[in-house]
């Protein structure tokens, strides 16, 4: 079994950055493929960022020249840096991690908000 657990998000003004965190327990972190997820109040949750296990990466359009994805396989954990926040960049966030296997695991979810 694996647990994800987000840390960093907070409340910041437009146009600053945060950086999010997951840690994952357990022992095969470095074959799952991991991704962070957002979902805004009255909104569906949506993809944000993904990583593949050989560390490719993906973005939502909306993100793109603005958030990194990365993984530290060593430290079990997968990081957004997130840089010029918007407003519609509030949401909660959240970690996802799937194995070769079609296991889903989330984690519980932190809030980011944008607001001056």
């Known amino acids: 079994q694996v647990q994800l657990v987000e840390s960093g998000g907070g409340l910041v003004q437009p146009g600053g950055s945060l950086r999010l965190s997951c840690a994952a327990s357990?022992?095969?972190?470095?074959?799952?493929?991991m991704g962070w997820y957002r979902q805004a109040p009255g909104k569906e949750r949506e993809l944000v960022a993904s990583?593949?296990?050989?560390?490719?990466?993906n973005y939502a359009d909306s993100v793109k020249g603005r958030f990194t994805i990365s993984r530290d396989n060593a430290k079990n954990t997968v990081y957004l840096q997130m840089n010029s926040l918007r407003p519609e960049d509030t949401a909660v966030y959240y970690c996802?991690?799937?194995?070769?296997?079609?296991?889903?695991?989330w984690g519980l979810g932190t809030q980011v908000t944008v607001s001056s």
């Open positions: 990583i593949t296990t050989g560390g490719s990466t």
């Open positions: 357990g022992s095969i972190f470095s074959i799952l493929g």
């Open positions: 996802n991690g799937h194995s070769p296997w079609s296991n889903n695991y």
